[in-house]
């Protein structure tokens, strides 16, 4: 494998907003989370749900993207503008297909919102997208935390949320979906130390680079089976173990700050 030690010129790349603007979408998250804490039994009552959508799976989908459209505050190119109707997978950015045990059941197993600069926040509802498996919400202005509720995403593979305003610590909530191997929080401002349990996790791709991270390089970093991890410009520090040479038939690419390091 290739290991490539860099300095990274590439800065933030978010669109203005200002200070208050992202205090007053963190306080509505937060006070989202705070009235309805994790998924609720009766949380589709909170939707006017529409009588032409009789797939239960839709349904659910239906709660989840009319709350989410709730929760955007700007979307300067209407790319929603057609989150309206029963006709999910219709939507811009949403992509269904045929559940495996009924060709007949449509389900949504991807939406992409790539490159929109939609301003707002992530919903708790997001925690009902029960047949997801690709959620790519990569360079817009979404604020505050990934909220925990995502736990629930049991098929999610890929998580791309690069180029965002995402803050807190290490989102732990990323290590408890069952099925993710891709995992990007690239040009965030979250914070604090790296946890273990994201090296023990069968990840194939970790992106983390261009954060706010500050923390002693873990001594378990090579029982990950990941084929590219990036972490550069954050505060990783110590040395690098030889734990590494595990990584030999796996790991292709390796970026991370040179003078931060020692090797071991």
């Given at each position: 494998f290739a290991i490539l030690l860099c300095f990274s010129s590439l800065s933030h790349l978010f669109l203005t907003l200002?200070?208050?603007?992202?205090?007053?979408?963190?306080?509505?998250?937060?006070?989202?989370?705070?009235?309805?804490?994790?998924?609720?039994?009766?949380l589709e009552f909170d939707v006017e749900i529409d009588a032409a959508i009789a797939n239960p799976c839709l349904r659910c989908t239906y709660i989840a993207l009319k709350a989410w459209k709730k929760a955007m505050y700007s979307d300067t190119h209407n790319f929603t503008?057609?989150?309206?109707?029963?006709?999910?997978c219709s939507y811009h950015?949403?992509?269904?297909?045929?559940?495996?045990?009924?060709?007949?059941?449509?389900?949504?197993a991807n939406i992409d919102i790539n490159d929109i600069d939609i301003v707002g926040y992530l919903p708790v509802e997001l925690g009902?997208?029960?047949?997801?498996?690709l959620l790519h919400i990569k360079s817009n202005r979404l604020c505050s935390i990934i909220p925990q509720n995502i736990s629930h995403l049991k098929l999610l593979h890929e998580l791309d949320a690069c180029n965002n305003r995402f803050v807190g610590l290490f989102p732990d909530v990323a290590l408890r979906l069952l099925s993710l191997k891709h995992l990007d929080l690239r040009f965030n401002d979250f914070e604090g130390a790296l946890l273990?349990?994201?090296?023990?996790?069968?990840?194939?791709a970790i992106f983390l680079n261009d954060n706010?991270?500050?923390?002693?390089?873990?001594?378990?970093?090579g029982n990950s089976k990941a084929s590219v991890v990036v972490?550069?410009?954050n505060k990783?520090?110590?040395?690098?173990?030889?734990s590494i040479g595990k990584m030999t038939t796996t790991l292709n690419e390796f970026v991370l700050i040179k003078k931060l390091f020692s090797f071991r």
């Open positions: 200002s200070n208050a603007e992202t205090a007053s979408i963190v306080h509505h998250q937060l006070l989202a989370l705070s009235e309805k804490g994790d998924l609720l039994d009766d503008g057609n989150w309206v109707s029963p006709d999910l950015g949403v992509f269904c297909t045929a559940t495996p045990d009924d060709p007949s059941v449509n389900v949504v009902i997208l029960a047949d997801i498996a273990s349990a994201l090296f023990d996790k069968e990840l194939d706010r991270f500050s923390s002693q390089m873990l001594d378990n970093f972490i550069d410009n990783i520090y110590g040395c690098l173990s030889n």
